[in-house]
DNA sequence: CCCGATTGCCTAAAGCCTTTAGGTTGATCT
DNA sequence: AGATCAACCTAAAGGCTTTAGGCAATCGGG
């Protein structure tokens, strides 16, 4: 019997490829033991059970974007920040779209709070920083931020923008120059 | 033996009101089937597969959505139409999480163009009629307000702000108020 | 009003998937 | 070399989806 040296992190790593191929709903233990030509039984050493191998997919998609972003921003501030970190959203879930399927899972509290979630909040509150926004409406920012990227790019996966031209990025161009504008100017009440 | 009285409407309207208390991922025929009083296969005259029931309560969902939108923006131009829009979105969410994340499914381009899903495209350009955009920046426009509230919505519903103030809605006013002064004056390159 | 067709729902069964329990064997440490 | 641990296995229970085929309630036509 030649053993597979199956590891938690192997595992993982394994469905995150398996997610990115066939997709993130096709993410099942039996698919999986397939690929890694062992018997479904032998995951459950390694995993608790089918969600908590979902779970352990998100958890390393939230890091490894966390990871790129941090890198993308060394150096930068402002408008090229923003650009910088919005591209590393984009490109990450074209990429990965299995991945990015599973980071936007709804981890309960406590995961979410030790996941790399939080780290990128910070760096757009640490982008922002390079704009001129008082307290509560960075806050407000960094959400529209978060909305407008998670947003673009979950419809533009979706195939949302398939059937109208301009194509997607020149959208995604455009759409970042006039977030770059509204945050040099941010609207008080 | 007493007659349950299925139709394919009746089943889907089930199904919805099913997703919404369960979760769109608890939405299985069998389920359903125990939630009708009724054998599982018997679903299967109404409705080709799981999927096709996916589907369809996608459609509802699209079309629910395009309906309330229509009403909304009845005699409203400009800002309040936007508002109005937007609240649609984002209240619809609220009100049915399975139907929302429902109409987030990925149709198949014949499906998804005979859904209701073009009237929504339609009617935000509509709304930027009551804006000075030209041609392609009006599509422009209308991606990154879909973007928006598809993303506010989407993140609100995963829980994303619930751990930091202000509370989300505040954040919601500010960003249509900002959206809204965006496209008054809307940066050409 | 009744007869035949249609439709609504059923039982049965095959085949998949997840999960648990328990056993065996290879690697590792002393 | 022996003991221990980890990796992997077989077996089995139970749920879910889907298809095939059958009976009975209902409805339209004579």
Redesign the interface.
Same mark, same amino acid.
């Given at each position: 019997m030649v053993r597979a040296g199956l590891t938690t992190e192997r595992v993982v790593r394994a469905a995150a490829e398996l997610a990115d191929e066939a997709g993130f709903d096709r993410l099942t233990p039996s698919e999986l033991a397939r690929r890694l030509g062992v018997q479904v039984a032998s995951l459950y050493s390694h995993v608790k059970n089918a969600h908590d191998l979902r779970v352990k997919v998100a958890l390393l998609a939230l890091d490894e974007l966390a990871g790129r972003a941090a890198a993308a921003l060394a150096g930068r501030a402002g408008r090229d920040a923003l650009v910088a970190f919005a591209d590393v959203y984009r490109d990450y879930a074209r990429e990965h779209p299995g991945r990015y399927a599973a980071a936007?899972l709804?981890l309960d +509290?406590a995961t979410?709070?030790a996941s790399a979630g939080p780290r990128h @909040?910070e760096m757009l509150r640490a982008i922002l920083r390079g704009y001129d926004l008082a307290g509560?409406?960075e806050?407000?920012a960094v959400?529209?931020l978060?909305?407008?990227?998670?947003?673009?790019v979950?419809?533009e996966a979706?195939?949302?923008?398939?059937?109208?031209? +301009?194509a997607?990025p020149?959208?995604w161009v455009?759409?970042l120059? @006039?977030l770059d504008?509204?945050l040099q100017d941010?609207?008080r009440?």
């Open positions: 936007q709804r +509290p979410a709070a @909040a509560p409406d806050t407000h959400r529209l978060g909305s407008v990227f998670h947003g673009f979950s419809l979706q195939g949302g923008f398939d059937h109208s031209s +301009p997607a020149e959208s455009r759409i120059a @006039a504008t509204l941010w609207p009440p």
